[in-house]
């Protein structure tokens, strides 16, 4: 079953006040595509292929032009939204950030963080929220007792699971993340990758993420997205794209990635 199905979404930027530069146009879709359930989907690309862009669309970050998104049977107008409409869609859609340590506020403790959006999004009491926060954290691998921690009390790896918590303590059916694993070391990196698999399973979530490092994308992917100019230039099986990339961008990203691991690891 698709989770989300997105049609024709547009976004036209025309940044005309630039003053002594050209003016900046750049047109992203209209792009359309399909996430089921609990299904991991990368999307890579060149620099400034639109990837975040697209990422803060989804998740209505940035208001497009045009366009369609329809989360677990909720349809959205891609351009125009009410504060209820708003509301369900942070329920259905969340998104973690690039560098998840920088939006955390260092004078917050973590259990402020994570009630930000019970708060604001639910009618649930303080004293409701408490143990749902707590659950959650026990979930992505912390104590209850990091509740009262600040930002600075906490190695990169558990910043990243903070920043995990408050992105699924809302229970989304979708989570979007762009460059998740960037910031962080190869051994954190892999238990951040693991944590996030296990989670999907246990709430069958759709995990969208982009990343340019295609050694993860080919470990978790099961498809994949191939962005160009604000465009997807092409879109299928993880296995597929990187055995058979069709699309000159698509063959560019896979050649790379290919010269920098022994080829008895890519075709076995
Ligand atoms: N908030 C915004 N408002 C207007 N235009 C934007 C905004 N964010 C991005 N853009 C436009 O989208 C283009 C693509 O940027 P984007 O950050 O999506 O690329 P990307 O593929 O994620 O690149 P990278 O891999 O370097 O992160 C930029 O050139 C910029 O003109």
Same mark, same amino acid.
């Given at each position: 079953m698709d989770i989300l199905q997105v ?26 595509l399909s996430v089921k359930r609990?299904e ?30 329809e989360i677990n049977t ?77 930002? *600075? ?20 059916k979708v ?31 759709a995990?969208?993420?982009?990343? *340019? ?56």
């Amino acid at each position: 079953m698709d989770i989300l199905q997105v049609k024709d979404l547009t976004f036209i930027h025309n940044e005309k006040k630039r003053w002594l530069k050209r003016p900046e146009v750049f047109q992203l879709g209209p792009v359309s595509l399909s996430v089921k359930r609990g299904e991991t989907i990368a999307i890579i690309g060149e620099n400034r292929s639109g990837k975040s862009l697209l990422a803060k669309l989804l998740v209505g970050a940035l208001p497009a032009d045009a366009g369609e998104i329809e989360i677990n049977t909720h349809k959205y107008l891609a351009k125009y939204q009410s504060k209820d409409g708003q509301r369900k869609r942070t329920h259905d859609i969340r998104m973690i950030l690039q560098h998840s340590s920088e939006s955390m506020n260092p004078s917050v403790p973590v259990g402020k963080i994570l009630d930000e959006p019970l708060r604001l999004n639910t009618g649930l009491s303080e004293a409701e929220r408490k143990p749902i926060i707590e659950d959650m954290l026990v979930k992505v691998g912390l104590l209850r007792e990091h509740y009262y921690f600040y930002r *600075h009390m906490l190695s990169d790896g558990q910043q990243q699971r903070v920043a995990l918590a408050r992105a699924i303590v809302l229970k989304p059916k979708v989570l979007v993340a762009d460059e998740p694993f960037a910031a962080l070391d190869p051994t954190i990196r892999s238990q951040t990758v693991n944590l996030i698999l296990q989670l999907q399973q246990e709430l069958g979530l759709a995990f969208i993420f982009i990343s *340019h490092n295609l050694g993860i994308v080919r470990h978790i992917a099961d498809r994949i997205i191939v962005m160009e100019s604000g465009e997807i230039v092409e879109e299928g099986k993880a296995e597929t794209i990187f055995r058979w990339p069709q699309h000159t961008r698509t063959k560019k990203l896979v050649t790379a990635y290919q010269s920098l691991v022994p080829q008895n690891t890519i075709r076995e």
